[in-house]
T-cell receptor, first 112, second 114 residues
């Protein structure tokens, strides 16, 4: 069965700390990968996505993610977080079907 | 402005009282879907639609119905709501489908079934 695992459910950081959120997927065949962010009280919006090509993907607000096929991973990174990055982050994977799979989400709290 | 809208944003109802949550997109997207978000479970897809009059079950379709009579609208219907359907619901759309396109999400509908 297809699955997406996010290992960090709750992360608390201070401003300027570096961030890495783990995401592993289990999919047969070609997979497209996404990171979405949900700020408090808001809807989900896309941070970045990987379909093919350069495995290091840069998204909005200074986020990036690296696709490592051998590890079935797509970890999200940011070198220096800000208080405004406080949000819930979802990794998602989509193969050939119309039903994408989302991870359980990681709640990030950044202290000023 | 390109957007997905949902109504109502908040709804409290009682068990068994039929309700409809509307969803509309103005981007001429073919693909639309409904998700529910529950703590610790992330987002799970309820139903999706690939085009007008074409709908299919997602991962958790039990207790829900949908229809797609027009391209822009994709209402979610709970014929007989139960407390286990208390959740946060999101509608989403994309040009052709989640495998190749970004999904755009609505603002969410927080439903409480007493």
């Amino acid at each position: 069965a297809q699955s997406v695992s996010q290992h960090n459910h709750h992360v608390i950081l201070s401003e300027a700390a570096s961030l890495e959120l783990g995401c592993n997927y289990s999919y047969g065949g070609t997979v497209n990968l996404f990171w979405y962010v949900q700020y408090p009280g808001q809807h989900l919006q896309l941070l970045l996505k990987y379909f093919s090509g350069d495995p290091l993907v840069k998204g909005i607000k200074g986020f990036e993610a690296e696709f490592i096929k051998s590890k079935f991973s797509f970890n999200l990174r940011k070198p220096s977080v800000q208080w405004s990055d406080t949000a819930e982050y979802f990794c998602a994977a989509s193969g050939g079907s119309y039903i994408p799979t989302f991870g359980r989400g990681t709640s990030l709290i950044v202290h000023p | 402005e390109a957007q997905v809208t949902q109504n109502p944003r908040y709804l409290i109802t009682v068990t068994g009282k039929k309700l409809t949550v509307t969803c509309s997109q103005n981007m001429n997207h073919e693909y639309m879907s409904w998700y529910r978000q529950d703590p610790g479970l992330g987002l799970r897809q309820i139903y999706y639609s690939m085009n007008v009059e074409v709908t299919d079950k997602g991962d958790v379709p039990e207790g829900y119905k949908v229809s797609r009579k027009e391209k822009r609208n994709f209402p979610l219907i709970l014929e007989s709501p139960s407390p286990n359907q208390t959740s946060l619901y999101f509608c989403a759309s994309s040009l052709t489908g989640p495998s190749t396109d970004t999904q755009y999400f609505g603002p969410g509908t927080r439903l409480t079934v007493l």
